[in-house]
Nanobody, 119 residues
Framework: QVQLVESGGGLVQPGGSLRLSCAAS????????MGWYRQPAGQPRELVAQINSDGSTWIESSVKDRFTISRDNAKNTVSLQMYSLKPEDTALYYCNVWRRVDGSNINFWGQGTQVTVSS
């Protein structure tokens, strides 16, 4: 099992910045993919960004110019730095660890941290 604890959410004005952090504990495997999803109220959860253990990243196109994802393998942490935030970025943000085991997708989730962008 993997436990994930997010921090760093909050209320920010449009154009502001926030940094989300996630600490992973438990049975972390070096090949695990770490990432962030978000779920706006009443909408499905969507992938925002992922980072592999080698540092390669994928970031959703609508935030690619404003968000960056980073990872510290030694500390088992993943962070999402968000700049130039917009009201449409308002959502519950979830930390995620994904691995593939014997052909099956295994996902672990944090509890989520709320990001609200509003003036």
């Amino acid at each position: 099992q993997v436990q994930l604890v997010e921090s760093g959410g909050g209320l920010v004005q449009p154009g502001g910045s926030l940094r989300l952090s996630c600490a992973a504990s438990g049975n972390i495997v070096s090949s695990d993919v770490m990432g962030w999803y978000r779920q706006p109220a009443g909408q499905p959860r969507e992938l925002v960004a992922q980072i592999n253990s080698d540092g390669s990243t994928w970031i959703e196109s609508s935030v690619k110019d404003r968000f960056t994802i980073s990872r510290d393998n030694a500390k088992n942490t993943v962070s999402l730095q968000m700049y130039s935030l917009k009201p449409e970025d308002t959502a519950l943000y979830y930390c995620n660890v994904w691995r593939r085991v014997d052909g099956s997708n295994i996902n672990f989730w944090g509890q989520g941290t709320q990001v609200t962008v509003s003036s």
